[in-house]
């Protein structure tokens, strides 16, 4: 092999190294919506530890006066915050942020697009990427931006 070529595959080899070594988010995940410190490759170590989540997440009374300024902002009124969740577009446990502003939005506890339903499936999820059944970027692509088709999918058992 001439020694240009030589050059040339190990440029190729240097560059898919370091693709490798820092997997891209799936496409359409904002990247600042994902914890860094969650990869393919410490999934073992963070997210498949069970209490990972809640070891990350901030307190619930910090959630709450997040939820209560939201509520505020979006003028609803503070008497229905009973029925709110301060919910995570892409969950802690999948990889989600879990202090970025962007990945933080109220949604109603109940009801067809409920967080009760949303966390049914974000511990599916869970399971199938702890398991080896589901990559995690295939995880965070099926619960964010509109995780109600998921939903039929991997809990209704409906095809996509």
């Given at each position: 092999m001439k020694p240009s070529s030589l050059a040339l595959l190990a440029a190729a080899a240097a560059l898919l190294a370091g693709c490798a070594s820092k997997p891209a988010p799936q496409q359409g995940v904002p990247p600042e919506l994902l914890n860094p410190a969650v990869t393919p490759q410490t999934l073992q170590q963070t997210v498949c530890v069970p209490a990972y989540a809640a070891s990350v997440t901030p307190t619930a009374a910090a959630d709450r006066s997040t939820m209560l300024e939201m509520m505020q902002r979006a003028g609803i009124d503070q008497a229905l915050s009973g029925t709110y969740v301060l919910d995570r577009r892409v969950p802690v446990a999948l990889g989600g942020?879990?202090?970025?502003?962007?990945?933080?939005?109220?949604?109603?506890?109940g009801g067809a697009y409920g967080e009760q339903r949303k966390q049914a499936l974000e511990r599916r999820l869970l399971l199938m990427v702890c398991e080896g059944k589901l990559s995690l970027g295939a995880a965070q692509a099926a619960i964010y931006p509109d995780w109600g088709p998921a939903y039929g999918r991997y809990i209704e058992g409906r095809q996509p």
């Amino acid at each position: 092999m001439k020694p240009s070529s030589l050059a040339l595959l190990a440029a190729a080899a240097a560059l898919l190294a370091g693709c490798a070594s820092k997997p891209a988010p799936q496409q359409g995940v904002p990247p600042e919506l994902l914890n860094p410190a969650v990869t393919p490759q410490t999934l073992q170590q963070t997210v498949c530890v069970p209490a990972y989540a809640a070891s990350v997440t901030p307190t619930a009374a910090a959630d709450r006066s997040t939820m209560l300024e939201m509520m505020q902002r979006a003028g609803i009124d503070q008497a229905l915050s009973g029925t709110y969740v301060l919910d995570r577009r892409v969950p802690v446990a999948l990889g989600g942020h879990p202090t970025q502003a962007g990945n933080l939005q109220l949604l109603e506890w109940g009801g067809a697009y409920g967080e009760q339903r949303k966390q049914a499936l974000e511990r599916r999820l869970l399971l199938m990427v702890c398991e080896g059944k589901l990559s995690l970027g295939a995880a965070q692509a099926a619960i964010y931006p509109d995780w109600g088709p998921a939903y039929g999918r991997y809990i209704e058992g409906r095809q996509p």
